[in-house]
Structure formats: C-alpha cells, structure tokens
C-alpha cells in the first residue's frame, strides 16, 4: 500500500531562518516523490520532484529536497524564508506503476518577522 | 501555458439538490482528476479518467459520479447533495506517467446548506 505521512500540521519560523518540512513516505514499489505547494485561495504547484539520480533535488525559489530510501523520507528544505513562502506544502507520491497520486495532509508554513 | 479551469468558483447548493463541477483544460492531457481537499485530510482522489469516455474511482467515490465526454472536459456531479460534501474541490490534468507534473485548477469552494 502507498501512503505518505507529513508529521507536522503546522510550522512557524522566522524570516530569514532555514526551513525543514518532513515527509515520510511507504510504497511497495519504485516511489515518485514530489513537493507542491499551495498559496492561499489557488491550486496548487509544483516544487520539485524526485524519481532517480541525486537523492538532492532543486526546486523553485531555492527550495531542494532530499530522498533518503533507508529512512523513507523526503524532507523538503530552504536555507533562508522569506515572508512569501507562506503556504501550504504538500508531500506526493507515485508509483512508477500507479495511476495516481497521493498526497500527505499538508503542511502550513508561517513565516513571521 | 498549461491551463486547467474550475467552474463555479464557489457554489451554494441546498441539501438533496443536484450539483455539477466542471472542469476544462486546455492541455491536451489524457488523464484528469477531481480532489476534495479537507483540513486534516489534505486532497483524496474522488475520480479520474484516462481519456474520454472513461472514468474511474478513486479513494472517496460514494456520493459522487464524473462525466468526460470529450479530451478537454470533466464533470464531477453530486446527485444528491448532502452537508458532508461542504469542501474546495480540484480538478486536475496530467499527461499520464507517473513521474509528470499535474496541474490544478484554483478550486470551487461547494458549500451545502
């Protein structure tokens, strides 16, 4: 079975600190990792994504995640916030096999002065 | 641009009414999807098409049925509305391979009173 699991409901920092969302994925096959993110009252968009290679990845506006097969995660990281990276972040995953994608529970990033 | 858009953007339905979501992408994408996005829950797939003509469940179908009658639409109907359907739903189209990029609509807000 596939599921992704975001630990944190919620998470505030300062502006200007580094950033570490956590994401904790199970799948029986080969797994599809991606980070979108969604800003407030819109869709959502992609981040970056994962399927093979360098376990680091780059996304937009200087946000990267890393994949970790032996711990099952895909943490998603920034050096420095800034106040517009205020959202919503959702962990997904696939299947090189599935159909579809699923999606962790979201994580709201507040960042504060 | 890749191009995925929701109407109604927010509907107000009374309970036992019928309800349609529609969805138009202008993508050229064979497979489409319709979400619910609920705090706590993050997005659960409700259905999916590979094409026109076909639909599929997904994790939450009971209550819902979904149309594709041509490449670029997809309806999400709700025969019978009921208080517990009150959420933002997404339409979504991608290409079809697991590692791709899906791209969202900006939501309806469906409020059943």
């Known amino acids: 079975a596939q599921s992704v699991t975001q630990p944190d409901a919620r998470v505030t920092v300062s502006e200007g600190a580094s950033l570490q969302l956590r994401c904790k994925y199970s799948?029986?096959?080969?797994?599809?990792l991606f980070w979108y993110v969604q800003y407030p009252r819109q869709g959502l968009q992609l981040l970056l994504k994962?399927?093979?290679?360098?376990?680091v990845v780059q996304g937009v506006n200087g946000f990267e995640a890393e994949f970790s097969k032996s711990n099952s995660s895909f943490h998603l990281r920034k050096a420095s916030v800034h106040w517009s990276d205020s959202a919503v972040y959702f962990c997904?995953?696939?299947?090189?096999?599935?159909?579809?994608?699923?999606f962790g529970t979201g994580t709201k990033l507040q960042v504060v002065p | 641009e890749a191009a995925v858009t929701q109407s109604p953007r927010n509907k107000v339905a009374v309970t036992g009414g019928k309800v349609t979501l529609s969805c138009n992408q202008t993508?050229?994408?064979?497979?489409m999807y319709w979400y619910r996005q609920d705090t706590g829950h993050g997005l659960r797939l409700i259905h999916y098409?590979?094409?026109?003509?076909?639909?599929e469940k997904g994790d939450i179908p009971d209550g819902y049925k979904a149309s594709r009658p041509s490449q670029e639409n997809f309806s999400l109907i709700l025969e019978l509305a009921t208080p517990s359907q009150t959420s933002v739903y997404f339409c979504?189209?991608?290409?079809?391979?697991?590692?791709?990029?899906?791209?969202f609509g900006k939501g309806t807000r469906l409020t059943v009173v």
């Open positions: 098409s590979y094409g026109a003509g076909s639909t």
């Open positions: 799948s029986s096959g080969t797994p599809y």
């Open positions: 993508n050229n994408h064979n497979n």
């Open positions: 979504a189209s991608g290409a079809g391979t697991a590692n791709t990029e899906v791209f």
């Open positions: 997904v995953l696939s299947r090189n096999s599935g159909t579809y994608q699923r």
């Open positions: 994962y399927y093979s290679g360098d376990p």
